[in-house]
């Protein structure tokens, strides 16, 4: 929940203590570009000392460092480091929740499903942030959003470090002591991850230009087919999962073709939106399956903040480039742009399809 919430309404807190838009959007970006750090981090750290106490330590800073937030919003430098801190610190449970599917279903298909279920959890959790987002500014301002994110930050965090799971998990013997080592297959969803994380950036800044008023609903309805492609997915698809993952992207790449000229119809947006977001519940959830089969059980916690990471980044990227696309060109463009990045990042994961089947562990 805190990640859907934190970049909204930290922006909203600088603005309503009479910060300016480029400072507000200054502190939220830092939480932003903690965040991305903070999941190597906290992934290095699980390798090495187990998620309880990584978890446990985050559950108390990440809260601490949102209130310091609060309590000086508009103090420039300051400000941007203790929002940086509270990004770094919010407790990765997504990818310790990934690592524990591992011990706690042995079944492949049931596994699988279990996949879909926590990707389809994580999206909903981003659409329910925004909302929540506006309903505690309803009632108390941005103040009572950012200490409603710091409070379920800290609860959510406690509570799942002191899960039996989260306490009786180990770091496994052989687990890393230093930076991850890159597989080739780890290197193909890297590129996977950063590519679709651009084209997504893209997407978001070009929507929101083409149809400010509507942004919300058509970001709603690309989570809905998100969602409930995800849930049919984890249960049905036998197709290999390394199709599943460039076939999706490919299909992303159309809907975004689509939306160069579609995006000036209502109905036409709306529906390929959610088809846009049928096509990514594959991509998000092949992503994580994948790792499964071309890193170690000991680099798994690294493996998946770092794929996580990878695409945050890309986000981070393709919001730039669509905003100045957006000024500088036109929407179509940055619709046109990102369908072109989506493609060339598919046609890459085909290539390298090989390098996502699995090896023996010495190999990886």
């Known amino acids: ?19 300016t838009p480029a400072a ?3 502190t939220s970006g830092s939480v932003g570009a903690g965040n991305a750090l903070g999941l190597l981090i906290q992934g290095w750290l699980i390798g090495r000392h187990g998620m309880s106490r990584v978890i446990g330590v985050c559950a108390v800073l990440c809260p601490a460092a949102l209130i310091g937030v609060v309590a000086s919003p508009t103090a420039g430098p300051r400000t941007y480091l203790i929002a940086g801190i509270a990004g770094v610190s919010v407790p990765a449970t997504t990818a310790c929740m990934r690592v524990l599917w591992t011990v706690l279903i042995d079944d492949q298909r049931a596994r699988a499903s279990a996949y879909a279920l926590l990707a389809t959890s994580f999206q909903a959790a981003l659409i ?4 929540t987002v506006t309903g505690a500014r309803y009632l108390g301002g941005a103040v009572c959003a950012v200490v ?29 002591t230093g930076p991850l080592r890159l597989s080739s297959g780890l290197r193909t969803l890297l590129a996977g991850g950063f590519g679709s994380g651009i084209a997504l950036g893209i997407m978001v800044i070009a929507v929101a230009g083409a149809r400010p008023a509507l942004a919300g609903t058509l970001f709603a309805l690309f989570a809905v087919g998100e969602l409930s492609a995800g849930l049919v997915y984890g249960a049905t698809f036998r197709i290999p999962v ?12 159309i809907v975004l ?15 390929l939106m959610t088809i846009g977001g049928v096509f990514a519940a594959p991509v998000a959830i092949a992503n994580s399956a994948l790792l499964d089969d071309v890193v ?13 990471a990878a695409g945050l980044l890309g986000n981070a990227v393709g919001n730039s480039a669509g905003g100045y696309l957006t000024e500088h060109a036109s929407v179509a463009a940055a619709f046109a742009v990102g369908a072109a990045i989506l493609a060339c990042t598919a046609v890459i994961l085909a290539i390298r399809r ?9 190999t990886r």
């Open 257 to 271: 073709a689509l939306l160069t000229v579609g995006h000036h119809g209502i109905a036409a947006a709306a529906f």
């Open 242 to 253: 390394p199709v599943r993952l460039f076939c999706g992207m490919a299909g992303m790449a």
């Open 354 to 362: 090989n390098t996502l089947l699995p090896a023996p562990l010495e």
């Open 148 to 176: 409603l994110a710091a409070i379920l930050s800290g609860v959510g965090g406690l509570a799942f470090a002191v899960s039996p799971a989260c306490r009786a998990q180990r770091p496994p013997r052989s687990g890393p």
């Open 1 to 19: 929940m805190p990640l859907g919430m934190l970049s909204l309404a930290v922006y909203l807190l600088v603005v309503e203590a009479g910060g």
């Open 128 to 131: 329910i942030g925004p909302l």
């Open 296 to 308: 170690p059980a000991a680099a798994l916690a690294q493996s998946y903040t770092g794929v996580v």
């Open 24 to 26: 507000a959007g200054l």
